[in-house]
């Protein structure tokens, strides 16, 4: 157990609506990652925060937000869906943003189906 | 931009030794991770080099050189067990992100 909690596990639902991700970082870590993992993809950075501010974007699509909140949970808010969107998407947190020995410890991730 | 090279798939026997190579393009470069996932589970860290030089841990082990932008994790005494992806992840750019690559799904063999 990697002590970063996501929820939901698995999500289901159709094009054009839009789903919440959630994501407990673990205790004492400040920063927080999302990731998209699809098949012929990898692991796609989408966005960073660190301490409740956005500290680096990759990826993400305009449909997409996320935030970190005071108590230091993050969301990612996925709208508009579409059937591309169907993936594993991941969460995972550090203790440092940036800087030599990171670590990043991942939650089992959110399976998002959008039929 | 950043971007990452590794092979899509490597496959060795039970008991063998297998490098796995990444090269990387980025400025600003921080350092080079490396993260074994199993098939449906979570990506979890293996190693961090920052300098140049070799790093050991147990039967893994792994190596950076900045001036070449290369890498690779070296897996020794194959089990069975060893049997997933391997992703190399470089932190750089002017924002610090950290990418990963496409991964190499290594299957060992008995």
């Known amino acids: 157990d990697s002590g970063v909690t996501q929820t939901p596990k698995h999500l289901i639902t159709a094009t054009g609506q839009r789903v919440t991700l959630r994501c407990s970082p673990r205790?004492?870590?400040?920063?927080v990652y999302w990731y998209q993992q699809s098949l012929d993809q990898g692991l796609q950075f989408l966005i960073q925060?660190?301490?409740?501010?956005?500290?680096a974007k990759g990826n993400i699509l305009e449909r997409f937000s996320a935030q970190q909140f005071p108590d230091l949970h993050s969301e990612l808010n996925l709208s508009s869906l579409e059937l591309g969107d169907s993936a594993l998407y991941f969460c995972?947190?550090?203790?440092?943003?940036?800087?030599?020995?990171?670590?990043?410890?991942f939650g089992s991730g959110t399976q998002l189906s959008v039929l | 931009g950043q971007s990452l090279e590794q092979p899509s798939e490597v496959t060795a026997v039970e008991g063998a030794i297998v490098q796995i190579n990444c090269t990387y393009q980025?400025?600003?470069?921080?350092?080079l991770s490396w993260y074994q996932q199993h098939d449906g589970g979570a990506p979890t860290f293996l190693s961090y080099n920052a300098l140049d030089g070799l790093e050991e841990t147990g039967r893994f082990s792994s190596f950076l050189s900045r001036s070449d932008s290369y890498g690779y994790l070296l897996l020794q005494e194959l089990q069975m067990k060893d049997s997933a992806s391997y992703f190399c992840a470089v932190r750089g750019g002017s924002q610090g992100n950290l990418i990963f690559g496409k991964g190499t799904k290594l299957s060992v063999k008995p």
């Open positions: 205790s004492g870590d400040l920063s």
């Open positions: 995972a947190s550090s203790v440092v943003g940036r800087g030599r020995g990171e670590k990043l410890f």
């Open positions: 925060y660190y301490n409740g501010e956005e500290r």
């Open positions: 980025t400025s600003g470069f921080y350092g």
